[in-house]
């Protein structure tokens, strides 16, 4: 009789290939082969795990050192008993693999928080440790919500913003911190990320601003821009103050990295050695999501929300954040404005579709997406070149769809299967031919984090 085989069996069908030959040799390897939808379809106990289930257990054992693809389509027809004690094997050890399979999965908290969903996974062998880490997590987030969210009007930011140009305001250390890493970055961007937007979002529609009905006109705009500046903030000694009556601070661009880091922080004191934190797509991993296996992050397709551009491979406390223009946005006339401001100029962004930083820190990742929406991909260059451990995915707003990458974005980034597009090297402007990952077999994995990323898990092999 013929098997027909499920891609999810074919190492199990090895493990008993080889016990079979020791046992007897009855059996006769008489072809190779290796075809994805061939194997034990006849096998009914194992028509119970499910795909999904199997595919895991495919993945599980392929990773864990059996690769070799030697396997029969007659090794049961040797023997009717025979061939019925196979089957029951193969059962059990199918049971036994996908336990397995299941033990080994990461394990994970959500809750809402910040204006977005915030989760802490951490590996399967800590799963003991979850409940404590998230409520660490989840203290820390909802601490820093309360001294720095503009929507809050007792937290440290919004008495700030009421104190602008009249007298400094006394803060704490965390948001003296906070403010102190957002006027860094400004500077390290040439003005392109910039804390005090406030009023230029207001002007828009966004943070609290009112649903436009037109475009705002130039001197709107110049009048507003008067009152931007992050030179005009100053931050020392616990106090802080906007020297202009009008001003204001967000944190949007920046504060969900900072509030990751923190998290992060507080996990590895507490000696949480394999991690992914996530704040709205603001991650940062340690450790790895099991035995060999990094944590697996999808990078959103800007033009199709359905499907993702490629899998980035994370651990050793990287970081990685991506701003898109489909986050928020509003619809005026029939052209897109987006919630990303050129704080240079008073107008929101056009031009580009995603942006993904990969850096050392979330708060890094998240800032330093702000050039390359502002100023492009080229002029956008040498702000990256003078920062250290910080790649770029940068997709424009066009189509056919390109990718650009930089070089160190190689060590972590496999193009998807799907994706049809160019991937380009930014200094060499070449097509760069990367392995792809094969999407078929992941897209059941997938679920949103938030912004422009995905969680694979790891099941993208």
Known sequence: MKISVEPSQKLSIILLTRISQTASRRFA??????????????????????EERGRTVWHHLRRNSFRHRWITDAFLRSHEKCGLTMRICLCFLLSGASACSRAAKPVSNTWACMGTYASLTLSADEEAAL????ATAAASLCDLDNRLSIFKPDSEISRLNRSAGASPVQISAMTENMLQLSTHYSEATDGTFDPTVAPLMRLWGFNKGPPLSVVPDSSAISSVLE????HHLSVSNGAAFLDREGMGIDLGGIGKGYAVDVCYEALVTNNIKNLMVNLGGHIRCRGSAGPGRPWSIGIRDPFDHDRIVGTLRLSDGMAVATSGNYEKFFM????????????????PVEGVASVTIIADSAVKADAMTKPFFVLGLDKSLPILARTPNCHVIFIPDERPTRIYISPGVRKYFTPDSSFDGQILDINQNTHERLPRCKSAQTSRARRSVGGGLVETGFLVG
């Open 227 to 230: 009152r931007v500046g992050y």
């Open 131 to 134: 409940d404590s880490a998230s």
């Open 332 to 347: 005026l006339d029939g052209k897109r404005y987006i919630h990303i401001m050129n704080p240079l100029t008073g107008y």
């Open 29 to 50: 390897l008489c072809k190779r082969f290796y075809n994805r939808e061939m194997l034990c379809r006849t096998v009914h106990p194992y028509r119970a795990l499910g």
